[in-house]
């Protein structure tokens, strides 16, 4: 009879193979809420639109009007962060993918607040989150995106900006393709057009992200 590990030995074995594996790992045994979002054929005009917006790979650095917009912004940075800390502790990491979050979502046309709603049903803010449909990071990107409008490096959707951007500029083009209605853009976004539960499940997360200035 084959020699059986104990209970302890197979926890051991279990934790040895986590760092071996690192993050990812961490992701398989988390999958991640997302559908199957659906590759659509794309016409050549939207197609260089979209891989255009993609391509700019500015750091994540607004530039602001006057004073008093900057300070708004560092207003709703501070708050923002105030609500994050509970998913990312580590100040550094925290503030930084609020300020690349920020940066992406109203480079596209986006409200912030919306944007970490999906992040938060999407991937629960995990950065290497992976969904049983392959759409991977933050805003759940599946890979088709990058052969589609990118560089065809699929493992790139982890890296935190090109994860934020693509999922922005993705979720702005399915806006612009329902003629501004954003609960079919959602749906569109997810791979379950016409059903409620995934639009209402974001826009129930969004609630907890709203900010009005005069609050501060």
């Known amino acids: 009879m084959k020699d059986r590990l104990s209970r302890p030995g197979r926890a051991r074995r279990r934790f040895a193979a986590t760092l071996l594996l690192g993050p990812l790992s961490l992701a398989a045994s988390r999958p991640a809420?997302?559908?199957a979002q659906i590759e659509e054929p794309l016409a050549d005009s939207v197609?260089?639109?979209l891989s255009a917006a993609i391509a700019n790979s500015a750091p994540p650095k607004p530039v602001f009007v006057d004073t008093e917009a900057?300070?708004?912004y560092l207003r709703w940075l501070g708050e923002m962060s105030t609500r994050l800390r509970r998913r990312k502790p580590e100040h550094v990491t925290r503030v930084e993918f609020l300020e690349t979050l920020w940066y992406e979502s109203t480079r596209a046309g986006l409200e912030p607040a919306l944007v970490l709603g999906l992040v938060q049903v999407e991937?629960?803010?995990r950065k290497y989150a992976i969904s049983a449909a392959g759409a991977r990071g933050y805003m759940q990107v599946m890979p088709f995106w990058a052969r589609?409008?990118?560089d065809g490096d699929s493992t790139r959707l982890f890296h935190m900006q090109t994860n934020l951007r693509f999922g922005c500029v993705i979720l702005r083009h399915y806006l612009d393709v329902e003629r501004g209605d954003l609960f079919l853009a959602l749906g569109r976004y997810n791979g379950s057009r016409g059903r409620a539960e995934y639009p209402n499940a974001v826009f129930g997360a969004r609630k907890?992200?709203?900010y009005k200035a005069d609050r501060a």
Do not use: N, V, Y
Request: no cysteine.
């Open 33 to 35: 809420r997302a559908g």
């Open 47 to 49: 197609r260089g639109a």
């Open 70 to 72: 900057r300070l708004a």
């Open 123 to 125: 991937s629960g803010f």
């Open 148 to 150: 589609l409008i990118g």
């Open 208 to 210: 907890a992200w709203e």
